[in-house]
DNA sequence: TCTGTAATTGAAAGAATTTTTCAATTAGCG
DNA sequence: CGCTAATTGAAAAATTCTTTCAATTACAGA
């Protein structure tokens, strides 16, 4: 899963360096990190290359950038999912299975052309229910 | 409709002064706008009213945060609806109806208890193709 | 394997955004 | 109309992110 990460930075002419395959393996570690969250799992690695390595994983498609109201946090983008955020804890789970119904979506009659989605499900969750 | 916010505002025990309502009337002139956006339509009222009364009229429920990658930007809650983002232009264009299946929300079966969802499709829009 | 070079790094400075503090002002109750 | 607790805003601080630039390094090609 690095590796294809990895793959795709070399392919994309980007170098491999230690720092950004340190950050990769932050990443890889748990989603909806924040940065110094991610930061501190990759102690060596600057500030601002932290900054460039999840833009440019960004740009590569590697990583998603989320703001769920608490500030940015950063995810391997991974498989397509949506996100269940507990009002009360806090907490955010994940959920593969879409419930967007395609022939739902009035855009397209608008001109509108579709190329993603994200969907965000506030709640309480079952420990804080 | 500002009546109605001013209302609530006075209900929740606070004071309807005319910064908070000048702050409600530039809210009122557009959606999605940022926070500058918002001071350029209420001159006379300090950067820390504007943003002290933001907070107050998120926790009231009449106004919405929303970070769909630029920064943040604030909407009068109203109505539920949710947001087409033009990847090209940045244009943030509303759409009502809701395209989410209840029937395929996969949360409820495992005990999360679902209040409230937010949805945004990105993609572009009729002028830019 | 070695070398040259363009890409990358990171410390420091800067910019942008949001929060805290606190003295002065004011909305609205009685 | 006066009192008082709530509100305001200027200044300072905190936080978050970006730019700059000299030093370092990955890796393509010899």
């Keep these: 899963m690095l590796e294809a990460a990895i793959g795709k930075m070399r392919g994309g002419g980007y ?3 230690p720092q950004r395959t340190a950050v990769l393996r932050a990443l890889a570690e748990e989603q909806h990190q924040s ?3 991610i930061r ?4 060596g690695v ?4 932290v900054y460039r390595t999840l833009d440019l994983l960004g740009e590569l498609g590697i990583v ?3 703001d769920l109201g608490d500030g940015a946090r950063y995810e391997m983008a991974e498989d397509h999912h949506h996100h269940a955020i507990c009002e009360s804890c806090g907490d955010i789970s994940e959920f593969e299975k879409c419930p967007l119904d395609p022939t739902l979506l009035p855009l397209e009659a608008s001109d509108f ?3 993603s989605h994200s969907l965000e499900v506030y709640g309480r969750c079952a420990a804080c229910r």
């Design 15 to 17: 170098k491999a360096t």
């Design 35 to 37: 940065l110094e969250e």
């Design 40 to 43: 501190a799992r990759c102690p």
């Design 46 to 49: 600057g500030l601002v290359t």
């Design 64 to 66: 998603r950038r989320l």
């Design 113 to 115: 052309e579709v190329r």
